[in-house]
C-alpha cells in the first residue's frame, strides 16, 4: 500500500535490516531495535500539500510510490512501477554520538529503490533495484520552494504540485514519463491516519493519488516509443512493524473508465483469513472519498499462478465486491510472471502486477485497469532473513 507497505514495504523494512548491514555504520547497530524511539504515528497526520510530498525524517521507513498502465501508438500495452524508500537506520538524536568531525559518508538513511516494466503483449517482465547512503549526492529527499526531488543515483521523482517527472534506467528497460494529476490528494482512513493493527501506534500516514495522466518515453527490446495512459501514486510513512500474526498482505489499486477508483488492502493472517482491520478507500469522480471497513467489500480469488523462480504461488485472478459502491468487478493480472525479487536491497520477494478489469457498477457495464501488490506468499516476514 502500499501499505504501509508497500506500496510497496513500509512495514517489511520496518524489519529488514541484513541487506543494508553493509553499509550501517556499525556503532549504530544496537540501536536499530528501539523501535519506540522513533516518531510514532498514533492520531492525526494533518497532511498538508506540497509540504507533505516531502521527506519525513523521525520516521523509521517511508515510500513514494507509482505504478502505471501506459500503451503506445499501436496499443502495445506495458505497465510499470517505480518506487523509492527511505531507510532511518537509528532514532532521531543518534547522529549527536557520532565521533567529530563526522564523516562525510555518516548518514541516518538509506534509500532504496525498485523498478519494473511489464511489456504485456510481448510476455516480458523486466526488473531492477537500487540502494544507496543518503549522503555525498548519492541518494536523498529534498524540497525547495514546493518542489520534492527524491532520487537515487539517475533514478529519480520530481513532484511538483501536481505533476510528477520519473527517470528510471537499467540494462534492459529504462522510462522518463511526466504525469499530471486529475484529482487533489486522497487521504487514506482517517484524514491520512491509517491504521493497520490492534494498536493506535500500528498505523501509517498514507496519501495517494488515484489519477494520473501519464505521458513519455520507454525503452525495451532494444526500441525507445512513446506511450500514454494513466498511473497512481501513494506515499506513506511509519514506525511500527506489522503485528506477529501476520504472514503478509494483498494491495489492490483499481482504475474505472468511469473516473472513479478503488484501494484495498487485505492483511493476511497466518492462522488464515483476514484481519479486521483490513480495509480500503473508494474515490468518486468528482475525487471525494469514502472509508472502506473489512464489512464493506468481499475479494474471492478465482485462479491461482505458481512462480518458477521461488515456487510461492500467488492469486491471478479475484473477484472484487464493494457494496457501497455497488462495484462488482473481475481483477485478471496481465502478465503471469511480475514477482519482484530484490536479494541486494530489501531481501524481499513479492508480486507487483498490471492487471485489467471487467464488470458493473451501479449495473452499468465498467472496464479499467489497476495495480495488485501480494507479499509474504514464498515466506512470512518473521522468517529468518
Not at 535490516?17 to 553493509?22: D, E, N, Q, T, V
Not at 537509528?90 to 523498478?115: C, V, Y
Not at 529504462?174 to 486522497?186: A, H, Q, T
Request: aromatic share 12%; proline share 5%; with cysteine.
Amino acid at each position: 500500500m502500499k501499505i504501509a507497505c508497500s506500496h510497496t514495504l513500509v512495514f517489511v523494512l520496518s524489519i529488514v535490516i541484513m541487506p543494508c548491514a553493509g553499509i550501517i555504520d556499525t556503532w549504530a547497530s544496537p540501536m536499530i531495535s528501539e523501535a519506540s524511539s522513533y516518531l510514532p504515528v498514533t492520531g492525526p497526520c494533518n497532511l498538508t500539500f506540497p509540504r507533505d510530498h516531502g521527506a519525513h525524517p523521525g520516521y523509521r521507513t517511508e515510500w513514494w510510490y507509482y505504478t502505471g498502465n501506459v500503451m503506445t501508438q499501436n496499443r502495445e500495452r506495458y505497465g510499470f512501477q517505480l518506487t523509492f524508500f527511505r531507510r532511518q537506520i537509528s532514532p532521531p538524536g543518534a547522529e549527536n554520538m557520532w565521533p567529530k568531525p563526522p564523516s562525510t559518508w555518516r548518514t541516518q538513511h538509506i534509500f532504496l529503490a525498485h523498478a519494473a516494466l511489464s511489456d504485456i503483449d510481448g510476455n516480458r517482465f523486466y526488473h531492477a533495484e537500487r540502494m544507496g547512503r543518503g549522503a555525498m549526492g548519492l541518494a536523498g529527499a529534498r524540497q525547495e520552494s514546493g518542489v520534492t526531488s527524491v532520487f537515487l543515483n539517475k533514478w529519480s521523482a520530481r513532484i511538483n504540485q501536481m505533476e510528477h517527472q520519473l527517470s528510471a534506467s537499467a540494462d534492459n528497460f529504462s522510462f522518463i514519463l511526466n504525469l499530471r494529476s486529475k484529482k487533489e490528494p486522497v487521504l487514506h482512513g482517517k484524514e491520512g491516519y491509517s491504521l493497520k493493527g490492534t494498536t493506535r501506534e500500528r498505523a501509517s500516514c498514507y496519501y495517494s493519488l488515484t489519477r494520473l495522466n501519464t505521458k513519455g518515453t520507454m525503452t525495451a527490446r532494444g526500441r525507445t516509443f512513446s506511450v500514454r495512459g494513466t498511473a497512481w501514486m501513494d506515499h506513506e510513512f511509519s514506525s511500527a512493524p506489522l503485528e506477529p500474526d501476520l504472514a503478509g498482505w494483498d494491495w489492490f489499486s483499481v482504475q474505472l473508465e468511469d473516473d472513479t477508483e478503488v484501494m484495498i488492502y487485505l492483511l493476511r493472517q497466518k492462522k488464515g483469513g483476514y484481519s479486521p482491520v483490513s480495509g480500503g478507500t473508494f474515490v468518486r469522480a468528482s475525487g471525494e472519498s469514502s472509508h472502506l471497513s473489512r464489512e464493506d467489500f468481499r475479494v474471492e480469488v478465482l485462479d491461482t499462478w505458481k512462480s518458477t523462480h521461488t515456487g510461492a504461488r500467488y492469486p491471478s485472478r479475484w473477484r472484487l465486491r464493494v457494496h457501497p459502491a455497488q462495484l462488482d468487478i473481475t481483477i485478471t493480472s496481465n502478465l503471469e510472471d511480475q514477482e519482484m525479487l530484490t536479494p541486494n536491497t530489501t531481501g524481499v520477494t513479492y508480486w507487483e502486477g498490471s492487471v485489467s478489469i471487467t464488470g458493473t457498477a451501479r449495473g452499468r457495464p465498467v472496464r479499467g485497469v489497476g495495480y495488485v501488490e501480494l507479499t509474504g506468499y514464498d515466506r512470512p516476514f518473521d522468517d529468518p532473513l
